[in-house]
Nanobody, 117 residues
Framework: QVQLVESGGGLVQAGGSLRLSCAAS????????MAWHRQAPGKEREFVSS????????NYADSVKGRFTISRDNAKNTVYLQMNSLKPEDTAFYYC??????????WGQGTQVTVSS
């Protein structure tokens, strides 16, 4: 199994920045990619961004392209989400997700991001 712990959420004004972190432990050698998803009140969980654990492949939702940047530190088994130019519509609970070789998914407990207007 892989355990995930997110951190870095908080309250920020529109236009501000936050950096989320997700630290993985356990069977980290089996990780294929890591991703961030978010869920706003009353809405379904949606994909935000992902990064392969090896190589340079990244993906972003259209709503965050040009504002968010995903990166990783393999030595620390940690993935980051740098969020700039935040908007009130970015307010959500942000979840870290890892998919391992074999297809299993693991999720963190999430961290709240609130952007005030």
């Amino acid at each position: 199994q892989v355990q995930l712990v997110e951190s870095g959420g908080g309250l920020v004004q529109a236009g501000g920045s936050l950096r989320l972190s997700c630290a993985a432990s356990g069977r980290t050698f089996s990780m294929f990619y890591m991703a961030w998803h978010r869920q706003a009140p009353g809405k379904e969980r949606e994909f935000v961004s992902s990064i392969r654990w090896s190589g340079e492949s990244t993906n972003y939702a259209d709503s965050v392209k040009g504002r968010f940047t995903i990166s990783r530190d393999n030595a620390k088994n940690t993935v980051y989400l740098q969020m700039n130019s935040l908007k009130p519509e970015d307010t959500a609970f942000y979840y870290c997700n890892v998919r391992v070789y074999g297809g299993e998914d693991y999720w963190g407990q999430g961290t709240q991001v609130t952007v005030s207007s």
